[in-house]
């Protein structure tokens, strides 16, 4: 039996594909203990044909599923996760590639402590499509169990962002997503954000290693960082779908403080996105995420871990609770965008 399944979502990655799945392929861990789902979300390009001379080298290990309509990526991973078949699942994306050992290093712990979650770091990277992928020099280090049996211990998990803000970088175990019923919002971007804190407060333990294992494409190309494009509005509609999904599963009790601060977050991300990935200063989403968060949160400053953001997220979220006006906004905008393009580089 395969010990780890990767899933592999894909959409007119005909250029990087090659690179992502040769990283895949030469891990230490062996390709016979990888199966790697590749799920083609409705490519336009050479993407499939691509895919396919993979799947005739590595039969025993590739699955290959074609899509007939685009559905983003958290459709494409719900959907590998169904045929998944390994106790572990690595989420990995198709302009990615990996350290050669990342599933080595990862998998390792596993053996050792009772984790349901093994995490690395990330290091954006901005480099061509050709192989090679010890970029840079290091030394292997030593990592940390965290165990998460308290509450508490899981509101520190939720509200440091221990599991960061993506799937990506991470072997996670199937039983807990399966148990838990911890899928990805479908026919939309920003899905992780709905996907990590569920992750966060049902793992009983996890564990941390700084190294950058983890290679994410700077792509300006790719659908996050893509300019002027409406789908941006989607973090917002993440946010409604995470609310009431808190609200049914009966977390508001016990972690009320902590998803409270985690959607305040989301918010201040959301008018960060817009105002750094638009041309114009985007007045319209501005007013959508001011009705929503107050609707939410009424009183953030009540909230415990409202110190916690920085001073530039304080200046937009008194805008987003004021509410400012567009003239008002505009200038908050001007104000704030070269702090986010300092932060973002």
Not at 204 to 231: A, M
Request: some cysteine.
């Amino acid at each position: 039996m395969k010990k780890i399944s990767v899933i592999i979502p894909c959409y007119n990655v005909e250029a990087y594909i090659d690179r992502c799945l040769l990283s895949i392929t030469a891990q230490t861990i062996g390709i016979e203990n990888l199966e790697i789902i590749c799920i083609d979300d409705a490519s336009t390009d050479a993407t499939w044909s691509h895919l396919k001379k993979w799947e005739q080298v590595y039969p025993d290990n590739i699955l290959l599923i074609q899509q007939e309509e685009n559905r983003r990526q958290g459709a494409a991973r719900n959907i590998g996760l169904q045929y998944a078949s390994a106790e572990w699942i690595s989420f990995v994306d198709a302009d990615d590639w990996l350290e050669l050992d990342f599933f080595e290093r990862l998998y390792g712990p596993t053996a050792d402590y009772p984790c349901d979650v093994v995490a690395c770091a990330f290091i954006r990277d901005a480099s061509g499509v050709e192989p090679g992928f010890s970029v840079y020099e290091r030394e292997p280090m030593e990592g940390r169990y965290i165990e998460l049996s308290t509450p508490e211990s899981k509101k520190k998990c939720l509200v440091d962002k221990l599991l960061g803000a993506v799937a990506h970088s991470k072997i996670v175990r199937r039983k807990l997503l399966l148990d838990n019923r911890i899928f990805f919002p479908e026919d939309l971007v920003y899905e992780d954000h709905y996907w990590v804190p569920l992750v966060s407060i049902y793992a009983s333990g996890i564990y941390l290693t700084d190294e950058q294992l983890y290679h994410y494409y700077w792509n300006p190309d790719s659908t996050v960082l893509s300019r002027n494009q409406d789908h941006h509005l989607d973090g917002l509609t993440v946010q409604m779908i995470k609310w009431a999904d808190h609200e049914e599963r009966g977390l508001m009790e016990e972690y009320h403080e902590e998803l409270e601060y985690d959607l305040l977050r989301d918010a201040v991300d959301f008018v960060q996105v817009v105002l750094l990935w638009r041309d114009e200063i985007p007045f319209s989403f501005f007013k959508l995420q001011s009705v929503s968060i107050r609707e939410w949160v009424p009183d953030p400053k009540r909230n415990r871990y409202f110190k916690q953001f920085s001073k530039v997220d304080h200046v937009l979220l008194e805008a987003l609770y004021a509410p400012a006006d567009k003239e008002e906004f505009e200038q908050i905008a001007r104000r704030c965008v070269p702090e986010y393009k300092i932060g973002s580089k």
